[in-house]
Nanobody, 117 residues
Framework: VQLVESGGGMVQPGGSLRLSCAASGFTFSNYDMSWVRQAPGKGPEWVSAHNAGGGTYYADSVKGRFTSSRDNTKNTLYLQMDVLKPEDTALYYC????????????WGKGTLVTVSS
């Protein structure tokens, strides 16, 4: 299993970024997938989940600003981030959800998002 995030960078407050997570080594379409972030000096924070059936779920802190999507033909998960705030600054990880249990079993190495003027 391999998960590779990309698309991070530096953006001004109010700006947008689109993260991608390329998955390989498993049947991507069969799995729920999540985004998790970790801000400097803080613990991990769950951001969003995108289940295999297409349902999406978001943390209150990003609801209405972030949109998860997936392209099962490309084995890729996306996170469109709009109206970015300085508090969104973090390392963003893509992760695979456990089957029939809570938790995440595989993680990427992350992509850094910095929101600053």
């Amino acid at each position: 299993v391999q998960l590779v995030e990309s698309g991070g960078g530096m953006v001004q407050p109010g700006g947008s970024l689109r993260l991608s997570c390329a998955a390989s080594g498993f049947t991507f379409s069969n799995y729920d997938m999540s985004w998790v972030r970790q801000a400097p000096g803080k613990g991990p924070e769950w951001v969003s989940a995108h289940n295999a059936g297409g349902g999406t779920y978001y943390a209150d802190s990003v609801k209405g600003r972030f949109t998860s999507s997936r392209d099962n033909t490309k084995n890729t998960l996306y996170l469109q981030m709009d109206v970015l705030k300085p508090e969104d600054t973090a390392l963003y990880y893509c992760a695979r959800d456990l089957v029939a249990a809570d938790g995440l079993d595989y993680w990427g190495k992350g992509t850094l998002v910095t929101v600053s003027s």
